[in-house]
Each structure stands twice: as C-alpha cells, then as structure tokens.
Nanobody, 123 residues
Framework: QVQLVESGGGLVQAGGSLTLSCAAS????????MAWFRQAPGKDREFVAA????????YYADSVKGRFTVSRDKAKNSLYLSMNNLKPEDSTIYYC????????????????WGQGTQVTVSS
C-alpha cells in the first residue's frame, strides 16, 4: 500500500513562490507516474502537473504552464512542485497522486492519493 504525504504549503503573497513536496512510502514506484492535482471547495479535482517514471516527460495544465515546474527524485521516492509567480486563483488544496503507467490528466486513473496541503495566495 503506497502512502503519500504532502508538505510545503502555506501563505504567500501574489507573485511569490512556494515549493511543494510529496514523500512516497510503502511500495516501489517503478513505472509509476506521479502528479499534482488541486481542488477548491465545491469544484472538481483539477489536474496541475505530472511527471513520468523516467522524469523526462512532464505535463502541465495550461493555467500553470510557465509558472510551475514538476520534478521527481526516484532515489528518494519524492515528487516536487515548484510554483512561481503565484496568483490568488492558485489558492486551494494541492494533492499528490500516483498511478502505474503513462501520465494522464484524468484523476480517476490515479491509484493513490495524499491528504493534501493548503496553498493560500493573498492579493
């Protein structure tokens, strides 16, 4: 059973930066895609970014492209999201997720989820 724990959320002013981390344990993630989603209250879970097993293939939602960078450290079983030029509309809970196979934006394809970390961007 894979367990995911996110960290790094917090309060930041618009235009500022944060880096989220996700530590995975309980299983070998060989062949797994790792991804970030976010979900505001009352809204569907939204894809943010994903990275394939090799670390070379990355995918981003249009809303974060050019501002966010996703990366993974296979040796540490960890996933990161570097967020720059943050906007108030980026405020919500961010979730780490993993799935076996090629990256996809479809949240239903992901097998394991973390508990989330709150990001708040003040204007």
């Amino acid at each position: 059973q894979v367990q995911l724990v996110e960290s790094g959320g917090g309060l930041v002013q618009a235009g500022g930066s944060l880096t989220l981390s996700c530590a995975a344990s309980g299983g070998v993630l060989s062949g797994y895609t790792m991804a970030w989603f976010r979900q505001a209250p009352g809204k569907d879970r939204e894809f943010v970014a994903a990275v394939g097993w090799s670390g070379d293939s990355t995918y981003y939602a249009d809303s974060v492209k050019g501002r966010f960078t996703v990366s993974r450290d296979k040796a540490k079983n960890s996933l990161y999201l570097s967020m720059n030029n943050l906007k108030p509309e980026d405020s919500t809970i961010y979730y780490c997720a993993v799935m076996l196979g090629w990256p996809t934006m479809a949240s239903r394809r992901y097998d394991y989820w973390g508990q989330g970390t709150q990001v708040t961007v003040s204007s």
